[in-house]
């Protein structure tokens, strides 16, 4: 079945960067892209940027423009995440998602908590 | 940005309930809406995509129509494992925005 396990929580303090992991199992990996979403407490869901893990393309929100790089590693089915100049806003659980007509597959989360 | 609206935010209803969610987004975006249930604590889980389609093993309880600006989720008989937060988005353009859900709450 489907798959994809996420790495596991993180603190950072202001100004660092964070890379979180997604590792895909179970389908074809660069047959889907991945998207990346995320939740801040108490908040709703916020579409980041999506990857195709066929050729690398990527597609970021405005938002996280500058800011936010995902790669991908075919070699072991792997998404990556990289969030940099955090703020304590970014506190937040970040989804990954297997990407087809919609997010048919997520990953289980991975908290980030940004805090001096 | 596409602006995704829904309605209510919030609604209380009892098992062996009908309950209607609406999504309205701010241009038309033809077919492409989907939805999602998230629980407390675990990551969204697609229940509709393409407007109507049922993802594969979600129970037919759950329906969805609509088209161009104006969606609806429905649960046609609200069971206990229905308390959750609902969620549409929109997958017209980039970036694939959500709704800002809609909480179920047990009456």
């Known amino acids: 079945q489907v798959q994809l396990v996420q790495s596991g929580a993180e603190v950072r303090k202001p100004g660092a960067s964070v890379k979180v992991s997604c590792k895909a199992s179970?389908?074809?990996?660069?047959?889907?892209?991945i998207t990346w979403v995320r939740q801040a407490p108490g908040q709703g869901l916020e579409w980041m940027g999506w990857?195709?893990?066929?050729?690398?393309?990527?597609k970021y929100a405005q938002k996280f423009q500058g800011r936010v790089s995902m790669t991908a590693d075919t070699s072991t089915s792997t998404a990556y995440l990289e969030l940099r100049s955090l703020r304590s806003d970014d506190t937040a659980i970040y989804y990954c998602?297997?990407?087809?007509?919609?997010?048919?597959?997520w990953g289980l989360g991975t908290l980030v908590t940004v805090s001096s | 940005d596409i602006q995704m609206t829904q309605s209510p935010s919030s609604l209380s209803a009892s098992v062996g309930d009908r309950v209607t969610i609406t999504c309205r987004a701010s241009?038309?975006?033809?077919?492409?809406l989907n939805w999602y249930q998230q629980k407390p604590g675990k990551a969204p889980k697609l229940l509709i995509y393409?407007?109507?389609s049922l993802h594969s093993g979600v129970p037919s309880r759950f329906s969805g129509s609509g088209s161009g600006t104006d969606f609806t989720l429905t649960i046609s008989s609200l069971q206990p494992e229905d308390f959750a937060t609902y969620y549409c988005?929109?997958?017209?353009?980039?970036?694939?925005?959500f709704g800002q859900g809609t909480k179920v709450e047990i009456k």
């Open positions: 990857i195709s893990t066929y050729n690398g393309n990527t």
């Open positions: 988005q929109q997958s017209f353009n980039i970036p694939r925005t």
């Open positions: 179970g389908y074809s990996f660069i047959t889907y892209g």
């Open positions: 241009q038309s975006i033809n077919n492409y």
């Open positions: 393409v407007a109507s």
């Open positions: 998602a297997r990407d087809d007509v919609a997010e048919d597959d």
